[in-house]
């Protein structure tokens, strides 16, 4: 299994960013794909997910209405739309997969699969 994240980097305040994450090695479909964070010196943060098998989701407070998961299950990748960046937007994002349902990812479910990060600074 692998998952692979690209499209972080620098952006000021009030700018957008895309992610992607490319997953293979596993059934796209049975799996829920979730976005973490981690800023310097904080707790990693579950902040959206996205059901393989009916495409529901689920986004963290902090970033309501701000972000948006897809995915396109052709190319077996889940994408995370972020704009209105804002500084505390910072940190390295981690995309993971788990065959469990999207409900406990707001839970907080420990993830089996992980990708290696992206690093993303919003910039004041």
């Known amino acids: 299994v692998q998952l692979v994240e690209s499209g972080g980097g620098l952006v000021q305040a009030g700018g957008s960013l895309r992610l992607s994450c490319a997953v293979s090695?596993?059934?796209?479909?049975?799996?829920?794909i979730g976005w973490f964070r981690q800023a310097p010196g904080k707790e990693r943060e579950g902040i959206s997910a996205?059901?393989?098998?009916?495409?529901?989701?689920y986004y963290a407070s902090s970033v309501k209405g701000r972000f948006t998961i897809s995915s396109d299950s052709a190319k077996n990748t889940v994408y995370l739309q972020m704009n209105s960046l804002k500084p505390e937007d910072t940190g390295v994002y981690y995309c993971?997969?788990?065959?469990?349902?999207?409900?406990?990812?707001?839970?907080?479910?420990?993830?089996?699969?992980w990708g290696q990060g992206t690093q993303v600074t919003v910039s004041s």
């Open positions: 996205i059901s393989g098998s009916d495409g529901s989701t």
């Open positions: 993971a997969a788990d065959i469990s349902e999207i409900v406990y990812f707001a839970a907080g479910l420990e993830y089996d699969y």
């Open positions: 090695g596993l059934a796209f479909d049975d799996y829920t």
